[in-house]
């Protein structure tokens, strides 16, 4: 099975811009959810998505949006981008339902840089 | 809502040492602890998890153990190996059947095992 692809991998922008991450989930998985990656702060919550539905939200402000597609595919944009959004952006997925579905599987993240 | 906090940040062993990261968490409705590990460059996955009517499990030189009474939860890493050098994050989840898992982390303890 092919493991959880995010596009694109490194990407700078600079303040005030917005940008659009994707993530493509393990095949068959249903749920995705994005964390956000600082240093010293871990893994911080931003959204989770099942069935093109948005089941859980985190702690950010409106600017972090999601969305799902009927592929499960999610992408997830950030607008009027601050030197503080610079992060790695991580995507996981899940199975979403039954037993099982405890394992997040990740993938390699979007480094996201503004200047 | 629910808070992790994680300890120490920084860890250093000699080969052959055992290592243990403590977590602790808020919410007692918290049912399953997973521990990620996450080496250098490399996204994070799992190595452990527990879930909140097992209070011991183990895998190899990896175990966790959970004491619900005082809402903290560890992992001990016996005989460590250079490879085990990484960033090892603990996170506490609330599993409900139909709003899935809302995953909180720990900021995460950089472990470094010296030859």
């Known amino acids: 099975k092919a493991g959880v692809t995010q596009t694109p991998r490194y990407l700078i922008k600079t303040r005030g811009q917005q940008v659009t991450l994707s993530c493509s989930p393990i095949s068959g998985h249903r749920s995705v959810s994005w964390y956000q990656q600082t240093p010293g702060q871990g893994l911080q919550f931003l959204f989770e998505y099942f069935s093109e539905t948005q089941r859980n939200k985190g702690n950010f402000p409106g600017r972090f949006s999601g969305r799902q597609f009927s592929n499960s595919r999610s992408e997830m944009n950030v607008s009027t981008l601050e030197l503080g959004d610079s992060a790695l952006y991580l995507c996981a997925s899940s199975p979403g339902r039954g037993r099982g579905t405890g394992e997040l599987f990740f993938g390699e993240g979007s480094r996201l840089t503004v200047l | ?115």
Do not use: M
Request: charged fraction near 20%.
């Open chain 2, 1 to 115: 809502g629910e808070n992790v906090e994680q300890h120490p940040s920084t860890l250093s062993v000699q080969e052959g040492d055992s290592a243990v990261i403590k977590c602790t968490y808020s919410d007692s409705a918290s049912n399953y602890f997973p521990w990620y590990k996450q080496e250098l460059g490399k996204r994070p996955q799992l190595i452990i998890d527990i879930r909140s009517n097992v209070g011991e499990k183990k895998d190899q030189r990896i175990a966790v153990t959970l004491n619900k009474t005082a809402k903290h939860f560890s992992l001990h890493i016996t005989e460590t190996q250079p490879e085990d050098s990484a960033v090892y994050f603990c996170a506490a989840s609330i599993t409900r059947a139909n709003t899935g898992n809302q995953f909180y982390f720990g900021t995460g303890t950089s472990l470094t095992v010296i030859p």
